[in-house]
């Protein structure tokens, strides 16, 4: 832990900035000068661009570069996941060749994890991985790879030993995806848009240096990457630009970094409701003079109070130390999805037929339709709805747990080919 006090932080960062912040600079320049001078994840080792603050530190200098119109360094969709896994459970050697580029933005990354087989039961990937003449060959299929298409590096998990428990079988590699035996296919969706990718690995090479916390240990670091994308919200997350009218080239790089960085994610909003639309079109179309409409729009707005309220009493919880995170994220998962699915009754009371035709005389411009089209995706996505229910019977309200029929060797466990 560094024992800076506050105000000797404030001070050093805006001497820091004085001497260093130019808008002029290209991004990449900018953001070199930024890893290199320590600031730019100071919660992070000192060893590896950081300077060991605490969280309440780190915000001081977040809170100046906010103020001063700082661009940070790249933090968009699952390059974050990558980088602080490799940060926990990385060797010396794969931080040193990995985190940097990841900061500066000069490699992008996604996420390797699900298989058509393999959502709820992540554990049951049959993706495999040998080693043969020291590299690992890869063959399997991913699926549901955000941002994949223009990833230059994937963290994946992949089977290594069939022969023990699933959960003991399966190893965590750092993969190239410009290479001959990855192929990219992009996923169009029923809303229209393509977030997604199916990734087909066939003889992919992954070097002996690049398996991450040892063979056979890949759950616990998957678990890790599990972990961090809960705590940040999950990986779709968008990012708005630098606060404020602000000039200068670096500025126009970041935001053309964050348009293409952010594009999976522009539906997003829609798959949780538009609750914000709900009241509006209802006065307008004044379908709020009907007392049945006004009951279920009454409903939806008390849902989404009591969800607020419960995050904002978990969040608090959390700050004073408890580590009752599972529950509330599982409860808080569960309650977005019985949102977003009044608040398209809602809409389809609000607009009636019309909540589902899209282009220009449409409901709000075609995004009533989207909504109706986009919010059983918030029902799947990050664990399902059966699975969030799962997880608060066993571990909130200690009910007995579901039988199981996948231990002893993987090898033998009955699953879909
Ligand atoms: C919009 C979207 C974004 C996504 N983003 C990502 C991503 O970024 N990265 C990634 O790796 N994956 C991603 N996914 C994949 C997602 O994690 C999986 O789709 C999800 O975990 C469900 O897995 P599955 O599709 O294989 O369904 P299955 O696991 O086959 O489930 C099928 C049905 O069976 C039910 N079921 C399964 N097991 C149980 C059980 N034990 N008890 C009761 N019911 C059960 C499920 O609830 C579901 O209704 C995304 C999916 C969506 C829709």
Not at 6 to 30: F, H, K, Q, R, Y
Request: overall charge negative; aromatic content about 8%; some cysteine.
């Amino acid at each position: 832990m560094n024992e800076m006090s506050l105000d000797d932080i404030t001070g050093e960062v805006n001497a820091w900035l004085d001497e260093n912040w130019d808008p002029n600079l290209s991004l990449e320049d900018w953001r070199r000068i930024l890893v290199d001078g320590g600031w730019a994840t100071p919660h992070w080792p000192s060893q590896f661009f950081g300077r060991d603050f605490t969280l309440e530190q780190s915000a001081v200098v977040a809170r100046i570069f906010n103020e001063r119109g700082v661009v940070p360094v790249a933090q968009t969709g699952p390059r974050r996941l990558a980088a602080e896994t490799i940060l926990a459970m990385g060797n010396d050697d794969q931080k040193s060749r990995y985190l940097r580029p990841i900061l500066t933005g000069e490699h992008s990354w996604c996420q390797l994890f699900s298989e058509p087989g393999s959502g709820s039961d992540l554990a049951g990937l049959s993706t495999k991985a040998q080693l043969v003449d020291g590299r690992w060959i890869i063959n399997g299929q991913k699926v549901w790879n955000t941002s994949a298409h223009h990833a230059d590096y994937g963290i994946l998990v992949a089977r290594t030993d069939w022969d023990v428990p699933k959960h003991q079988g399966i190893s965590f590699f750092l993969i190239h995806m410009h290479q001959p035996g990855v192929e990219v296919r992009p996923l169009k969706q029923m809303n229209g848009h393509a977030s997604f990718n199916e990734v087909f690995m066939t003889d992919a090479v992954v070097a002996a240096e690049d398996l991450v916390g040892g063979e056979g240990n890949g759950w616990a670091v998957a678990k890790t990457t599990l972990s961090y994308e809960r705590r940040l919200g999950g990986v779709g997350r968008s990012f708005g630009g630098v606060q404020g009218d602000w000039r200068g080239r670096v500025y126009q790089e970041y935001e053309k970094e964050l348009t293409i960085a952010n594009e999976p994610y522009t539906w997003y909003p829609q798959r949780q409701g538009r609750v914000d639309l709900v009241l509006p079109r209802a006065r307008e179309t004044g379908a709020i003079q009907d007392p049945a409409t006004r009951q279920e729009i009454a409903r939806l707005i008390c849902m989404q109070k009591g969800a607020s309220l419960a995050s904002a009493a978990a969040e608090a919880k959390r700050k004073s130390g408890s580590n009752e995170l599972v529950p509330a994220g599982s409860i808080g998962k569960l309650a977005a999805s019985v949102i977003a699915r009044q608040a398209a009754h809602v809409h389809t009371l609000i607009s009636s037929a019309d909540a589902m035709r899209s282009g220009p005389d449409s409901a709000e411009n075609g995004l009533v339709a989207e909504v109706l089209i986009s919010v059983p995706a918030i029902s799947i996505a990050g664990g399902t709805d059966e699975i969030q229910r799962n997880i608060i019977s066993e571990r909130v309200l200690t009910m007995p747990k579901e039988m199981r029929a996948d231990t002893g060797p993987f090898r033998d466990i009955k699953r879909n080919e």
